[in-house]
């Protein structure tokens, strides 16, 4: 008995329509966007400066920092360890409450904030 030539290609066409999505179904999910956030000292001038650093991109106060911080995409990691030793007026570490205002406004742009916490 010889099958139409049409029956003989159903099973490979099934075959292509099939294994795209079960191979998706099985994907690894995305990994979200991680940064890393360091804080720099700088001792050119008379009092110590502070800048904030992402990857290969500075930011000299908050108000920037901020602005930067509201160009990464939803889900994204921010991870600081700042260290437990500090000079003094540190952004974002002289106060309990600039902190607590610096980790809202992450929550609000749905990025979320890793402190770890050193000493």
């Not at 292509?16 to 890393?36: C, D, G, I, M």
């Not at 110590?48 to 990857?55: L, M, N």
Request: hydrophobic share 45%; charged share 20%; net charge negative.
């Amino acid at each position: 008995m010889k099958l139409p030539i049409y029956l003989l290609w159903l099973p490979v066409i099934v075959l292509f329509a099939v294994l795209p999505a079960y191979a998706q179904e099985n994907a690894q999910p995305q990994s979200l966007p991680k940064y890393r956030m360091e804080l720099v000292y700088v001792f050119d001038a008379d009092a110590p400066e502070f800048i904030f650093v992402i990857g290969n991109t500075g930011f000299k106060s908050v108000v920037s920092l901020k602005k930067f911080l509201n160009t990464l995409p939803a889900g994204s990691i921010l991870e600081w360890a700042p260290g437990c030793r500090q000079i003094g007026n540190e952004p974002l570490l002289s106060t309990e409450q600039e902190m607590e205002d610096f980790k809202a406004f992450c929550a609000e742009k749905n990025i979320e904030f890793v402190l770890i916490p050193s000493g």
